[in-house]
T-cell receptor, first 111, second 113 residues
Framework: QKEVEQNSGPLSVPEGAIASLNCTYS??????FFWYRQYSGKSPELIMS????GDKEDGRFTAQLNKASQYVSLLIRDSQPSDSATYLC???????????FGKGTMLLVSP | DAGVIQSPRHEVTEMGQEVTLRCKPI?????LFWYRQTMMRGLELLIY????????DSGMPEDRFSAKMPNASFSTLKIQPSEPRDSAVYFC???????????FGPGTRLTVT
C-alpha cells in the first residue's frame, strides 16, 4: 500500500462548482497534513495545513481531516479556471520530520 | 521577503558531465530539503539537512549524487557523472524546524543528453 494515495485525475469541474480532492494515508498516527498547489511548470505552493480532526477554512478552501478513517480532503468552493493545477497532498508520518507526498490530482476547471 | 532561491533554472548537459545545483533557503529557516520530481515517480525526497547537518540521505539514489550545506544560507546538490535518467526537475525547500511547513524554490530543470 502506498503511503499517501491520491487519484491522479483529471478531475473536471465547471466554473463556480465545488471541487473535492481526496487523499488517503497508510500510517496511523500521522500528525500533520498539507495541501500544495502546483501549476504546470512551476513549483509546489503551500495552500493549507491541518493538524486536528475536523474542518479548517481559508477563503474558498476548506481542508477536512478524519484521522480515524485516515483521509484528508480539500474542497474548493466557487472553482475558477485559475484553480486548474495539480494538487499535492503531503503527510508527516509518525517519527519523521519530513513530508511524504502523494503524486497529486490534476484539477481542470472549465469556463 | 525573498523565497527559496535556486540556480540555475535550467541545465542541459551531456552524459558523464558533472552537474551542480544550488540553493539558498529562506533566511532564518534551519531545515533544508532536496527533492526530485518526475512524471513517473512524483516528488521524491533526496536528502534533508537540519542546522546544516545531513539528517536523512536515504533518498539519494546512488553514490553519483552528493549534497553539502556549508552554511545556513547555501546548499549544493552535485551529480557526477550525470546520466540521462537523472533528467528531472530538482526542487529545494526550506522550513523552520518543528513547524514542518515547507516552502519550495522555483526548481532546476535538468536535462542530460
Amino acid at each position: 500500500q502506498k503511503e499517501v494515495e491520491q487519484n491522479s485525475g483529471p478531475l473536471s469541474v465547471p466554473e463556480g462548482a465545488i471541487a473535492s480532492l481526496n487523499c488517503t494515508y497508510s500510517d496511523r498516527g500521522s500528525q500533520s497534513f498539507f495541501w500544495y498547489r502546483q501549476y504546470s511548470g512551476k513549483s509546489p505552493e503551500l495552500i493549507m495545513s491541518i493538524y486536528s480532526n475536523g474542518d479548517k477554512e481559508d477563503g474558498r478552501f476548506t481542508a477536512q481531516l478524519n484521522k480515524a478513517s485516515q483521509y484528508v480532503s480539500l474542497l474548493i468552493r466557487d472553482s475558477q479556471p485559475s484553480d486548474s493545477a495539480t494538487y499535492l497532498c503531503a503527510v508527516r508520518r509518525p517519527g519523521y520530520s519530513t513530508l511524504t507526498f502523494g503524486k497529486g490530482t490534476m484539477l481542470l476547471v472549465s469556463p | 521577503d525573498a523565497g527559496v532561491i535556486q540556480s540555475p533554472r535550467h541545465e542541459v548537459t551531456e552524459m558523464g558531465q558533472e552537474v551542480t545545483l544550488r540553493c539558498k533557503p529562506i533566511s532564518g529557516h534551519n531545515s533544508l530539503f532536496w527533492y526530485r520530481q518526475t512524471m513517473m515517480r512524483g516528488l521524491e525526497l533526496l536528502i534533508y539537512f537540519n542546522n546544516n547537518v545531513p539528517i536523512d540521505d536515504s533518498g539519494m539514489p546512488e553514490d553519483r549524487f552528493s549534497a553539502k550545506m556549508p552554511n545556513a544560507s547555501f546548499s549544493t546538490l552535485k551529480i557526477q557523472p550525470s546520466e540521462p535518467r537523472d533528467s528531472a526537475v530538482y526542487f529545494c525547500a526550506s522550513s523552520l524546524r518543528g513547524l514542518f511547513e515547507q516552502y519550495f524554490g522555483p526548481g532546476t530543470r535538468l536535462t542530460v543528453t
